[in-house]
């Protein structure tokens, strides 16, 4: 019996142990490959799919998150995924989810040209990164602070803040949740609210504008973009465990 007691209490402090160390577990970040094979986003300026962008950028990210002790939770890495609510549900369980997107611009806007033979559109009125919150998250403080940890590390790197989301011309104005970091509401977007994670939607600037687009095209700019958003969402994950 005195056997079976100790025995009993070891198991009992190892369930402990393993709860404790459980708990300090390091956060699992989804990463989200925004767009996919066949729906494959914008085309930039000069006629590139905003998928290749996306795909590119996210795995920067990943490396970047498991660099700091982060856990990664790749979604759509193949490009296949079939509908918006699968990333959501693919990243349930994690603590928190981010989808990587370039941007356009509004079609008024736009601007023919050539580039190497081939007609494109352009516009360079617009520039900058972006990041969207949704109200109807269920977790939109987390989701509010991590964006705007992001945005800073990002404009502390020299980033530029895209300030034209508000901008009352625009078809959709949309609310500033932090103006000066570059985050806003965008409430409707499924990946942000059909899930049960603090989310964030993440415009990594526009490949509509010629001259971003060529920055968002240099590997050189995508690490250094990928360790400040990298680093801006270890901080807020790291105060908030
Ligand atoms: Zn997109």
């Known amino acids: 019996m005195a056997v079976r007691g100790v025995m009993a209490i070891a198991m009992l402090a190892i369930g402990w142990l393993s709860a404790v160390v459980g708990g300090a577990r390091a956060a699992e970040v989804a990463v989200d490959v925004g767009h996919g094979l066949v729906d494959q986003g914008a085309i930039s300026a000069r006629g590139k799919s905003e998928y290749i962008f996306n795909d590119r950028l996210a795995r920067r990210l990943a490396d970047e998150l498991t660099t700091r002790g982060l856990r990664v939770r790749p979604i759509n890495f193949d490009g296949q995924i079939d509908s918006l609510i699968a990333r959501p549900q693919q990243a349930a369980g994690a603590d928190f989810f981010i989808s990587i997107h370039h941007d356009s611009v509004q079609p008024h806007l736009l601007r023919d040209w050539q580039w190497q033979g081939a007609p494109q559109t352009y516009s360079d009125d617009h520039a900058g990164f972006a990041l969207f919150v949704s109200h109807h998250n269920p977790d939109l403080p987390t989701s509010l602070r991590c964006a705007s940890a992001i945005g800073a590390r990002l404009r502390h790197l020299g980033f530029v803040p895209a300030r034209h989301h508000a901008d009352p011309s625009a078809v959709k104005p949309r609310q500033p949740a932090d103006a000066d970091n570059a985050v806003y509401y965008y409430d409707n977007l499924v990946v942000l609210y059909k899930t049960t994670l603090p989310a964030v939607l993440f415009e990594a600037g526009v ?29 807020c994950l790291f105060v908030g465990s």
Do not use: F, S, W
């Open 207 to 235: 490949i509509k504008n010629r001259d971003e687009e060529r920055l968002l095209d240099d590997p050189v700019y995508q690490g250094r973009m990928a360790d400040a958003i990298a680093t801006g969402l270890a901080a």
